[in-house]
T-cell receptor, first 117, second 116 residues
Framework: AQSVTQLGSHVSVSEGALVLLRCNYS??????LFWYVQYPNQGLQLLLK??????LVKGINGFEAEFKKSETSFHLTKPSAHMSDAAEYFC???????????????FGRGTQLTVWP | EAQVTQNPRYLITVTGKKLTVTCSQN?????MSWYRQDPGLGLRQIYY???????DKGDVPEGYKVSRKEKRNFPLILESPSPNQTSLYFC???????????????FGEGSRLTVL
């Protein structure tokens, strides 16, 4: 089975600072990888996804993530944090199954991002 | 508007009283899934469905039932709720297959359930 580890359950940055949220995965085959964001009292929404095309993936709201196979990582970054980025972020990995490109989706435990003014 | 609708959004019930949380999507998605979210544990999958009449267990199916009789609906049934099922529940849906639908889950707004 796939698994995802998010390092750091809480990350705090100042407005304008670099955001780095870490995600490592374990998989026997190259997986599909995702980052989702959850704002307070809302469901999750997709930030970006990696599906074996370009290793550097750009998402919404200025976020991007880089797939590094050698490090089994898919860290999320944003050059300059904004107050509106405060939310919980989840990394997820999907197994690939013959006949279906969705299969199961396994989520990490989440990282709460706080942005200080 | 494309959306996944869950009801109820909030519910307080007592141990053993059967309840159903409904989920409906208007995007013609084949894939639907239920998750529970608990502090420090992230999202854990309860059940999922690849299409009508096709359901399968996720990581934490004990104490839950589902059915998929219509494409748009995927209700979650708690036959005899217990306090350890107190949680925040999310329904999600997606197209199945093809790059368009890979992993792009659309989530409902959540149903907060408390079992006393």
């Amino acid at each position: 089975a796939q698994s995802v580890t998010q390092l750091g359950s809480h990350v705090s940055v100042s407005e304008g600072a670099l955001v780095l949220l870490r995600c490592n995965y374990s998989s026997s085959v190259p997986p599909y990888l995702f980052w989702y964001v959850q704002y307070p009292n809302q469901g999750l929404q997709l930030l970006l996804k990696y599906t074996s095309a370009a290793t550097l993936v750009k998402g919404i709201n200025g976020f991007e993530a880089e797939f590094k196979k050698s490090e089994t990582s898919f860290h999320l970054t944003k050059p300059s944090a904004h107050m509106s980025d405060a939310a919980e972020y989840f990394c997820a990995v999907s197994d690939r199954r013959r006949g279906s490109t969705l299969g199961r989706l396994y989520f990490g435990r989440g990282t709460q991002l706080t942005v200080w003014p | 508007e494309a959306q996944v609708t869950q009801n109820p959004r909030y519910l307080i019930t007592v141990t053993g009283k059967k309840l159903t949380v409904t989920c409906s999507q208007n995007m013609n998605h084949e894939y639907m899934s239920w998750y529970r979210q608990d502090p420090g544990l992230g999202l854990r999958q309860i059940y999922y469905s690849m299409n009508v009449e096709v359901t399968d267990k996720g990581d934490v199916p004990e104490g839950y039932k589902v059915s998929r009789k219509e494409k748009r609906n995927f209700p979650l049934i708690l036959e005899s709720p217990s306090p350890n099922q107190t949680s925040l529940y999310f329904c999600a849906s997606s197209f199945r297959g093809g790059t368009r639908g890979v992993g792009e889950l659309f989530f409902g707004e959540g149903s907060r359930l408390t079992v006393l």
